[in-house]
């Protein structure tokens, strides 16, 4: 039986595999009206950037590289190109995330248009370049810099060379820079590769602190390009520091009209606030603002490229997918779950039990300390109750007694004959024991006078506000006055000062 079923999934096996094939050449003849669609917006596109204009048809652009990336290896040049374009346009929108990751795939598309891949690394490490990673930016300009070579582009391979010796004058390397910039001079006659080579040596030399040869090739960049925003940053900062004010502002103005770069904007506005002395208070307090927007930008803006930077790094080593590596990957997979599929299955029930006599053990084993865990509380409890129970009838007897001294006092004819009230310690000691502990307690208080405790031992035993009066003596008013403070001072009234005192006297909490 197992035999005849392990023949008969071998056979649906082929009959899936066979029906996948079919279905992928249907679909190719299917796409074609589609993919000639795509083509035609790419012609669009060659149209537009010829005439120094980017597309910006979103939809359709991102629908011809899905449509052409179903197929990216029979399509690979015009593949590459909507990715190139896509691109582009998602940087201009300032989704780098999004931008890195198609420019990533048109990288890894096998091509023969050199100059478009080009283009897509000079963009990627233009993006790096933003994003203060050099080291991965100067990498990139490398690519772009071969693959110009490759498509016989002499004018863009200098450019993409002067990128690359950028990057080194940001990491400083000042020999390896002005060799590279050598180089480039000795070979290259295009005006605008070498008024870029001046711009690259003017930042070279800022990053060394030489800002009058900063200032020098700045200036011969600007002769060129005169609104060219990094020339006019260089010579912003080299006559700050220089400390030429009024040429720093100068300078400081014009970058932020013209410069697209919150960094520069940024810098800007901080030799702005630091060296313009004609600011009105208003104009400082703009700037100061302007300054702070720019700040949040750029600090968003690398907060964005990081993300772009480092899904770079994931995926630069990446290599192309292929589709008959997935078809082979799958049928293996396919075939190893059918032959670990009985394996599976067998163990699976002797996992289930083993872990449901686990379940049960445990289970029995929580029940059992919590049946224990109960026991110990119930008898704590308990030891605890007999123990309350015990306090509170000696509190109860201490109780009695007091109160059946103070009957007996309150029945004595003659208390002044008995009680030594110069010494009210002897007082008590006469009266009883109790009455030691409320002296001794009350002479603790803060506040609490002799007269005090006489009064407190008066009305303990029970005498009314006129009987202390004639006992002390003194006029009833000043029984009730002297009462209340007293009352007061302990943190009760005067009706529930008894009471409080008959507490006091048994020892029991108050």
């Not at 596109?45 to 449509?67: C, F, N, P, Q, Y």
């Not at 059918?338 to 699976?348: E, M, N, P």
């Not at 006055?481 to 006091?504: E, Y």
């Amino acid at each position: 039986m197992r035999r005849k079923i392990r023949r008969l999934s071998y056979i649906v096996l082929l009959l899936v595999l066979e029906a996948v094939a079919c279905m992928s050449c249907v679909a190719v003849h299917d796409d074609e009206p589609q993919v000639a669609e795509a083509c035609s917006v790419l012609r669009t596109a060659d149209s537009l950037r010829a005439l120094g204009v980017l597309i910006d048809d979103s939809t359709a652009l991102a629908h011809a590289v899905t449509l052409l990336g179903k197929h990216p290896r029979r399509h690979a040049d015009d593949y590459m190109r909507a990715c190139y374009y896509y691109g582009c346009l998602l940087r201009s929108r300032n989704n780098y995330t999004a931008a890195m990751q198609t420019f990533i795939h048109a990288a890894h598309t096998e091509t023969t248009r050199h100059d478009i891949k080009g283009r897509v690394y000079s963009n990627m490490g233009s993006l790096c370049q933003i994003a203060e990673d050099f080291e991965m930016s100067h990498k990139m300009y490398s690519l772009s810099a071969e693959q110009f070579l490759a498509a016989k582009d002499t004018t863009a391979y200098y450019y993409a060379r002067n990128s690359m010796a950028f990057e080194l004058a940001e990491q400083k390397k000042k020999s390896e820079t002005l060799a590279l910039l050598g180089s480039i001079e000795t070979d290259c006659t295009d005006a605008d590769v070498l008024c870029l080579v001046a711009m690259t040596k003017a930042v070279l030399y800022r990053n060394f602190e030489q800002y009058d040869s900063a200032v020098y090739y700045a200036g011969r960049e600007l002769l060129f390009r005169p609104d060219e925003h990094m020339g006019l940053m260089v010579k912003a900062q080299s006559f700050s520091l220089l400390g030429m004010k009024d040429s720093a502002v100068f300078y400081a103005r014009k970058v932020t009209e013209h410069s697209p770069s919150w960094s520069e904007q940024t810098n800007a506005y901080y030799i702005l606030s630091n060296d313009d002395e004609t600011l009105s208070k208003e104009d400082a307090l703009k700037i100061a603002s302007d300054r702070a927007d720019a700040q949040k930008m750029l600090e968003t803006q690398r907060s964005r490229l990081a993300q772009a930077v480092l899904l770079l790094r994931q995926d630069m080593d990446r290599r192309p997918d292929y589709r008959w590596l997935y078809t082979a990957i799958i049928i293996i997979l396919l075939l190893t779950v059918w032959l670990a599929g009985h394996v599976i299955t067998r163990k699976k029930h002797a996992a289930e039990k083993r872990k449901r006599q686990e379940e049960i053990a445990r289970h029995n084993l929580y029940m059992q300390q919590t049946e224990e865990a109960i026991e110990q509380n119930r008898m704590q409890i308990e030891e605890t109750r007999q123990a309350i129970e015990a306090q509170n009838k000696q509190a109860e007897t201490v109780l009695a007694e007091t109160e059946n001294t103070c009957s007996i006092m309150r029945q004595c004819q003659d208390i002044k004959t008995q009680l030594c009230w110069n010494d009210y310690g002897q007082m008590c000691r006469v009266i009883n024991k109790q009455f030691c502990l409320l002296a001794d307690r009350l002479g603790k208080t803060d506040g609490i006078h002799e007269t005090d405790i006489r009064l407190c031992v008066l009305v303990l035993i029970g005498y009314s506000h006129e009987a202390i009066a004639d006992i002390m003596p003194c006029s009833p008013n000043s029984v009730k006055t002297l009462k209340r403070r007293t009352a007061h001072k302990l943190g009760t009234n005067s009706r529930d000062l008894r009471m409080f005192l008959l507490k006091m006297a048994a020892n029991m909490p108050v």
